[in-house]
């Protein structure tokens, strides 16, 4: 299994932005974790993202697989 930032895989990122609604922007991806209450090390992965409009949970795991 391909693993994310941090060890954390995207799978474990997608379970801490249930809810989000698309399209977000990375401040909107890091509040609905926070809201699922993620781990600082999730909100970390999240930091990283490039700051950009995200149309779907796959564009998130795209992102997620750039700045590894």
Known sequence: MTRGLGGHSPANIA???KGVDFPARRDDLE???KANGA???VLEVIR???DQEY???ADVTKGI????
């Open 39 to 41: 781990e600082d090390e």
């Open 65 to 68: 697989g750039d700045v590894e």
């Open 15 to 17: 379970y801490h932005l």
């Open 31 to 33: 509040k609905q974790a």
């Open 55 to 57: 149309d779907s949970m």
């Open 48 to 50: 990283r993202l490039p």
